[in-house]
């Protein structure tokens, strides 16, 4: 079986993305998973896609995208989505960026209290 056959139930899926079977019927309702797939008791049945999908957009959520920036892209031509994530990773490179700064920022901060901390004794 190719991983184009692979299906997963809500189970499943919550279980590979982390994400509760509220989030999961939550983003079909809103239009950020589309096209989901039913077995023949009607139980919803989410692509390996739709599973990696779902873990992208996890990911970009943590990093501050809004929910209806997702809103059809799954649906769009591989060329959209490419375009799409390429901007969303420029965003993850200049927050990577400030992070490295504030890092500085932070350290210097602890090294400069811990020389002070060395002259009080």
């Given at each position: ?5 692979l ?9 590979l993305?982390?994400l509760?079977?509220?989030?999961l019927?939550?983003?079909e309702?809103i ?6 797939g039913?077995d ?8 390996k ?6 873990i992208?957009v ?6 501050g995208?809004?929910?209806?920036e997702?809103?059809?892209a ?18 993850v490179?200049?927050?990577i960026?400030e992070l ?16 002070r901390?060395n002259?009080?004794?």
């Amino acid at each position: 079986m190719s991983d184009e056959e692979l299906y997963y139930s809500t189970q499943q899926t919550t279980e590979l993305t982390g994400l509760s079977k509220d989030t999961l019927r939550y983003y079909e309702k809103i239009g950020i998973l589309q096209r989901i797939g039913r077995d023949t008791n009607n139980y919803r049945m989410y692509s390996k896609e739709d599973v990696d999908w779902l873990i992208l957009v996890k990911y970009l959520r943590g990093i501050g995208i809004g929910t209806t920036e997702f809103i059809g892209a799954q649906s769009t031509s591989l060329r959209k989505r490419r375009e799409y994530l390429k901007n969303y990773q420029i965003k993850v490179e200049k927050e990577i960026e400030e992070l490295q700064r504030i890092k500085e920022i932070v350290s210097g901060k602890i090294k400069f209290l811990k020389t002070r901390e060395n002259e009080d004794l």
